[in-house]
């Protein structure tokens, strides 16, 4: 059998009717649909030339087409590697020349400013706007849904993303179909997520929290997301009342402990808040708790291995700490000088 994350993700859809995506213009794309669109898009991706671990750049604004973008490129069994949309023409031009992909996609706006690096490093381009339209749209809207996703082992690569997280240049961190699938299935069950569950989905999705921990913890566990282009305090007190979990950075929780209407009845409706990306203040935990009646569930993770730590669903959420180690996981403590293991406690 296949360990390609998609088709692993494919088995476990229950209910192919269920809602998976919800717009904030009220669009709902059921978990069948992604299948059908992600077969016609990674036929289009296959028209443009992309095979089996070939590289699928993508700087585009967020909607639900590039989420149908990252499942389609992993069915052709190429690599995707999302871009910060904030990043210039000459940034561009050096993750293109390193990582060499067989396509580029971006903004319509901004074809013209890409094209020198895009061609410079042999990559075709595509175009998606916000709207989710664009070259590549009009070529999977005529492509067939059916498509063979293409067998991947788990050490296969899935998805390339770039960090500086090291000195000098940013570096792609290279992440398998076996990183990802083994990530998100923990999560399910560390979380407790089940198709019950409705994310508020406000997060960018070039980076690991928005695309791998949000995306991939709501598709393993047949959940629902509702889908908001960025996060906006109207709409996320709007959302809370139908959602049950929402993932955010810690400014999410700072910015809405600045509205009088958070309380616990604006946050009755909900289970979970997972704060990450950087460290929430201890004094933010309290407050929040004070004010919502909810412990914020911290975790920890890096670009290059997704989500290593969490504090626990059941049980005592410490502010200031990002709990213990996910299964599977090892975590040692050193000295920052010497870089010698410590002893516990």
């Not at 500086?164 to 560390?190: E, F, Q």
């Not at 049950?244 to 958070?262: K, W």
């Given at each position: 059998?296949?360990?390609?994350l998609?088709?692993?993700?494919?088995?476990?859809?229950?209910?192919?009717?269920?809602?998976?995506?919800?717009?904030?213009?009220?669009?709902r794309?059921?978990?069948?649909?992604l299948?059908?669109?992600?077969?016609?898009?990674a036929?289009?991706?296959?028209?443009?030339?992309?095979?089996?671990?070939?590289?699928?750049?993508?700087?585009?604004?967020?909607?639900?087409?590039?989420?149908?973008?990252?499942?389609?490129?992993?069915?052709?069994?190429?690599?995707?590697?999302?871009?910060?949309?904030?990043?210039?023409?000459?940034?561009?031009?050096?993750f293109?020349?390193?990582?060499?992909?067989?396509?580029?996609?971006?903004?319509?706006?901004?074809?013209?400013?890409?094209?020198?690096?895009?061609?410079?490093?042999?990559?075709?381009?595509?175009t998606?706007?916000a709207?989710?339209?664009?070259?590549?749209t009009?070529?999977a809207?005529?492509?067939?849904?059916?498509?063979?996703?293409?067998?991947?082992?788990?050490d296969?690569?899935?998805?390339?993303?770039?960090?500086?997280?090291?000195?000098?240049?940013?570096?792609?961190?290279?992440?398998?179909?076996?990183n990802?699938?083994?990530?998100?299935?923990?999560?399910?069950?560390?979380?407790?997520?089940?198709?019950?569950?409705?994310?508020?989905?406000?997060?960018?999705?070039?980076?690991?929290?928005?695309?791998f921990?949000?995306?991939?913890?709501v598709?393993?566990?047949?959940?629902?997301?509702?889908?908001?282009?960025?996060?906006?305090?109207?709409?996320?007190?709007?959302?809370?009342?139908?959602a049950?979990?929402?993932?955010?950075?810690?400014?999410?929780?700072?910015?809405?402990?600045?509205?009088?209407?958070?309380?616990?009845?604006?946050?009755?409706?909900?289970?979970?808040?997972?704060?990450?990306?950087?460290?929430?203040?201890?004094?933010?935990?309290?407050?929040?708790?004070?004010?919502t009646?909810?412990?914020?569930?911290?975790?920890?993770?890096m670009?290059?291995?997704?989500?290593n730590?969490?504090?626990p669903?059941?049980?005592?959420?410490?502010?200031?700490t990002?709990?213990?180690?996910?299964?599977?996981?090892?975590?040692?403590?050193?000295?920052?000088?010497?870089?010698?293991?410590?002893?516990?406690?």
């Amino acid at each position: 059998m296949s360990d390609n994350l998609f088709d692993l993700l494919a088995t476990r859809i229950r209910d192919p009717e269920a809602v998976a995506i919800e717009t904030q213009a009220g669009e709902r794309i059921r978990h069948g649909d992604l299948i059908a669109r992600s077969g016609r898009m990674a036929n289009a991706l296959a028209g443009l030339g992309v095979q089996p671990g070939d590289r699928v750049a993508a700087q585009v604004e967020k909607s639900v087409q590039a989420i149908i973008l990252y499942l389609a490129t992993l069915r052709a069994g190429a690599v995707f590697l999302p871009l910060n949309i904030g990043y210039t023409p000459a940034e561009i031009g050096y993750f293109l020349g390193n990582a060499e992909p067989r396509v580029f996609v971006c903004d319509p706006a901004r074809q013209e400013a890409l094209r020198e690096p895009a061609e410079a490093a042999g990559a075709r381009m595509v175009t998606l706007d916000a709207e989710g339209q664009g070259s590549l749209t009009d070529a999977a809207e005529v492509a067939p849904a059916a498509f063979a996703t293409a067998a991947r082992d788990s050490d296969d690569l899935a998805a390339l993303l770039y960090t500086s997280g090291t000195t000098g240049r940013s570096k792609g961190a290279m992440l398998t179909h076996g990183n990802l699938v083994s990530n998100a299935l923990v999560l399910c069950d560390a979380w407790r997520f089940t198709a019950q569950d409705v994310l508020i989905h406000a997060l960018p999705i070039f980076h690991t929290h928005g695309l791998f921990v949000a995306t991939n913890v709501v598709l393993f566990s047949g959940a629902s997301m509702i889908f908001l282009p960025k996060f906006d305090v109207d709409r996320i007190f709007e959302a809370m009342t139908r959602a049950t979990v929402l993932m955010g950075v810690p400014t999410f929780y700072v910015r809405l402990l600045q509205e009088p209407a958070l309380d616990a009845a604006a946050t009755a409706n909900m289970r979970l808040f997972v704060s990450g990306s950087a460290p929430l203040l201890a004094e933010t935990h309290r407050e929040w708790q004070v004010r919502t009646g909810h412990a914020i569930l911290e975790r920890y993770g890096m670009t290059e291995t997704n989500m290593n730590a969490s504090n626990p669903h059941d049980g005592a959420r410490i502010a200031g700490t990002v709990g213990l180690p996910l299964p599977g996981t090892e975590i040692v403590v050193t000295d920052p000088e010497t870089g010698v293991e410590l002893p516990r406690g």
